[in-house]
């Protein structure tokens, strides 16, 4: 689940981190990735729905954590926090996430580094079809390059449906009625 979020998201995730990371002056393994599956009633989590949040390492693991998630309050996350800084110092280069699953437990994750998920990566964005692009290409595979533009596409169906009123759920559809027409010839 949390690699399928990962990917299905990794063109917003990216330019969160561009922002993050050029804001503190910090590499993406410095940054957490905050992931929350959690219903609420009818409600799914927001990260059922493409939503999360990234902070800083520190700003989740020192002094008085001031990113460390209030509602979580189900959750153990001092344990958690603290696990975290553990994962930190064996596996230093990677991004790692901290997750409330849907049944309400906690983990972390650490994000596969390397490729998409490098600082050389993440200075290629924003893509644009210009150097940045073809930089991107040297650094990841030929399958996952075309997933990401596939995503820079939806990325901006989004915001053109968002401009319109329209839902996420709607963009989605059409973008899977393009998928099937795609398949059918």
């Not at 399958?143 to 329209?166: P, S």
Request: with cysteine; charged share 20%.
């Amino acid at each position: 689940m949390i690699e399928a979020f990962l990917y299905d998201n990794y063109v917003e995730i990216m330019m969160a981190l561009v922002e993050v990371t050029r804001e503190h002056g910090i590499g993406l393994e410095d940054v957490v990735l905050e992931l929350d599956f959690m219903s609420y009633g009818a409600n799914p989590g927001p990260a059922s729905v493409g939503k999360f949040k990234l902070d800083t390492f520190e700003r989740y693991t020192a002094g008085d954590r001031p990113a460390k998630p209030v509602t979580w309050t189900n959750l153990p996350m001092d344990r958690i926090l603290s696990d975290l800084q553990k994962r930190h110092r064996i596996s230093p280069s990677s991004i790692h996430a901290i997750v409330r699953n849907a049944d309400s437990s906690g983990s972390i994750y650490p994000v596969p580094n390397g490729g998409m998920w490098s600082n050389e990566a993440l200075a290629c964005f924003p893509l644009t079809e210009g150097e940045n692009l073809e930089r991107f290409k040297s650094i990841v595979n030929s399958e996952n390059h075309n997933i990401v533009v596939f995503q820079l596409l939806r990325n901006t169906l989004f915001k053109a449906d968002a401009m319109a009123g329209l839902d996420r759920q709607d963009t989605l559809d059409f973008l899977t009625q393009l998928q099937m027409a795609k398949g059918g010839q």
